[in-house]
């Protein structure tokens, strides 16, 4: 016999959802997860052909609202907007995932000023004013759940991901202080670090030669598909995962579980 009660801890049926960079890739593939689940839905992206297309792909077949906001979240002021606007139209946000990153990859002594500080703005400090913008709702409910998106490039890393790296494992940082500062408002906060997914940004930066060797990698001996993030990213936003808090989940095949 199903226990539904178990089940029943992972809807989401009442909540609103924002998930940033959820135009395509991992976001969009969290974003549908949350949707089925039942959460209303708020995405964004800089581009607005994909945010609507996305859009639709995340409603088909679902009684939920969708609703997307083009923004660019290096420029702050965009940023603040966003937070506006989901309060606006939705009148809550009790879901934030912070999914929005970049990587362009540097050696130390070759990096450049400029692309240091937008990767620092874009994967780390915008997660920052996002949170810090959504939070105070948060606590006046005492409810919430928030998902930095990590990676397991900020556990170990390669060759010239200094930047990358060094934001996603401040994100750990960032999520394991944020825990402590809200768990006392029944609000959790938690990283998801992804492994080798099949995504636009991994596929665009790596040659034939090290995507065979990221999937030789995994225990799995292959890549991961987005729709393989939605799960942990319903546990973490759900009552199932409720005493879950300040921990960072790897989601990677089993990548790490190799000891050399």
Known sequence: MIDTMQCNLFDLNGRVALVTGGSKGLGKAMARGL??????????????????AAKAEIEEGLDVRV???????????????????????FGKVDILINNAGSNKP????????????QIIELNLTSIMRLTRALVPQMKERKWGRIIHISSVLGV????ARNAYSATKASLMGL??????????????VNCIGPGPFLTDLPMSLLSEAEKQEFANMTALN??????ELAGPAILLSSEAGSY?????????????????
């Open 35 to 52: 949707a089925e689940c039942g959460a209303d839905i708020m995405i964004c992206s800089r581009k607005e052909d994909e945010l609507a």
């Open 222 to 227: 292959r890549w991961g598909d987005p729709r």
């Open 106 to 117: 540097q050696p130390i002594d070759e990096i450049d000023d400029e692309v240091w500080d």
């Open 67 to 89: 609703e997307y906001r083009v923004t660019d979240m290096t420029d702050r002021a965009e940023v603040d907007a966003l937070a506006a606007e989901a309060l606006e139209k």
């Open 175 to 188: 999520a394991k202080a944020s825990a402590l500062d809200l768990g006392p408002y029944g609000i959790t």
């Open 244 to 260: 879950i808090t300040g921990e960072m989940l790897l989601v990677d095949g089993g990548a790490f579980a190799r000891a050399l």
């Open 156 to 159: 170990g890393s390669k060759p």
